[in-house]
């Protein structure tokens, strides 16, 4: 069975304290990893697909890479706006998208 | 607003009722998906179809949760008889397969806001 585990469960940081948040997988056959953004009572907005390991993807202070095991998810001079939980998601060959617990950022201006 | 609307936003209901949920995906998407959510949590998958088509259910979909989709565009989720262990947010999505005959589900989902239930 797939399995994503996302680290810390939770983060503080100052603003412009740039940081890397982590996700590790374990899947079948990786066909996709993803990066989501949740605001609380609200649905994830998508942030990221990478497709295999050494891609790499950039969006504003956002950046996502990839390796065979984990995925890192870059945030360079953070804003209070970026406070959210991200969330991380695999799907592999058993198809079903399947995602870690997410990670609750906090950034203090 | 072209994205993915769900309704209601919020639903209170009293344990036993029956409650339908109702998703409206992207236009030109043919996959959609339904999910639900606790607190602290990621989003679990619930079911998906390929046009009209249901082609996969979870284990946590019991006999009491049924899902349509009857035309290929908006889907409902039905939950029988609710339970308080049903309170969650329920999380639509919709995804274009370029390939609709790999059921692999590699291409991006976009996600509506939920509709949370609360179960008294």
């Known amino acids: 069975e797939d399995q994503v585990t996302q680290s810390p469960e939770a983060l503080r940081l100052q603003e412009g304290e740039s940081s890397s948040l982590n996700c590790s997988y374990t899947?079948?056959?990786?066909?996709?990893l993803f990066w989501y953004r949740q605001d609380p009572g609200k649905g994830p907005e998508f942030l990221f697909t990478l497709y295999s390991a050494g891609e790499e993807k950039e969006k504003e202070r956002l950046k996502a890479t990839l390796t065979k095991k984990e995925s890192f998810l870059h945030i360079t001079a953070p804003k209070p706006e970026d406070s959210a939980t991200y969330l991380c998601a695999v799907t592999g060959a058993n198809s079903k998208l399947t995602f870690g617990k997410g990670i609750t950022l906090s950034v203090r201006p | 607003d072209t994205g993915v609307s769900q309704n209601p936003r919020h639903k209170i209901t009293k344990r036993g009722q029956n409650v339908t949920f109702r998703c409206d995906p992207i236009s030109e998407h043919n996959r959609l998906y339904w999910y639900r959510q606790t607190l602290g949590q990621g989003p679990e998958f619930l079911t998906y179809?390929?046009?009209?088509?249901?082609?996969?259910k979870s284990r946590l979909l019991s006999d009491r949760f049924s899902a349509e989709r009857p035309k290929g565009s908006f889907s409902t989720l039905e939950i029988q008889r609710t339970e308080q262990g049903d309170s969650a947010m329920y999380l639509c999505a919709s995804s274009l397969a370029l390939d609709p005959w790999v059921e692999v589900l590699q291409e991006t989902q976009y996600f509506g806001p939920g509709t949370r239930l609360l179960v008294l």
């Open positions: 899947v079948s056959g990786l066909r996709g």
């Open positions: 179809f390929q046009n009209e088509a249901q082609l996969e």
